[in-house]
T-cell receptor, first 110, second 111 residues
């Protein structure tokens, strides 16, 4: 019962912006979009989350479409250390659970 | 200033020999989670504690148990590890509906 669809993998060039898409066409009004990443052999790291407005923090920007059926995570200046699996997760407000899908393996190349 | 600490980072056990993994936090969150992540798969929630209230996922095997003696510590006990239990075990903390923060994980090897 995957709630999100992400590309299996993508490459991007060091120093360029990385745009990671996520489809969540069945999202409901009380569900947030969360992004985590997992660098090899480490625990998942929180990146950003949002409900319907675009969000930005020191790590990334999150752009959510007006109909909320898809979103894009933007890493503004990718570095080699951004190579990781990126997970887009839809989570019910006030819920405990994070349900991880397969994620996107992002490889940043010099 | 680690927020979620897991020890050990690597644990080797024998088939059928009980093993305990530990997690501690410096954030004082009331919810602590345990996830299992097998090789090349996504993390999967095993159970969580809301304060001392234990909440098991429906498909978590009985072989997995947990204890939370206080707010800061939570343990994962595997009563009789099988080869299929070899995985990374991840501890996370966070309030209900709040961001979850993960520890570095303990990689379990079953011989």
């Amino acid at each position: 019962d995957a709630k999100t669809t992400q590309p299996t993998s993508m490459d991007c060039a060091e120093g360029r912006a990385a745009n990671l898409p996520c489809n969540h066409s069945t999202i409901s009004g009380n569900e947030y979009v969360y992004w985590y990443r997992q660098i090899h052999s480490q625990g998942p790291q929180y990146i950003i989350h949002g409900l319907k407005n675009n969000e930005t923090n020191e790590m990334a920007s999150l752009i959510i479409t007006e109909d909320r059926k898809s979103s894009t995570l933007i890493l503004p200046h990718a570095t080699l250390r951004d190579t990781a699996v990126y997970y887009c997760i839809v989570r019910v407000r006030n819920d405990y659970k994070l349900s991880f899908g397969a994620g996107t393996t992002v490889t940043v190349r010099a | 200033d680690a927020m979620v600490i897991q020890n050990p980072r690597y644990q080797v056990t024998q088939f059928g020999k009980p093993v305990t993994l530990s997690c501690s936090q410096t954030l004082n969150h009331n919810v602590m989670y345990w996830y299992q992540q097998k090789s090349s798969q996504a993390p999967k929630l095993l159970f969580h504690y809301y304060d001392k209230d234990f909440n098991n996922e429906a498909d978590t095997p009985d072989n997995f148990q947990s204890r939370r003696p206080n707010t800061s510590f939570c343990f994962l006990d595997i009563r009789s590890p099988g080869l299929g239990d070899a995985a990374m075990y991840l501890c996370a903390v966070g309030g209900r509906g709040e961001t979850q923060y993960f520890g570095p994980g303990t990689r379990l090897l079953v011989l």
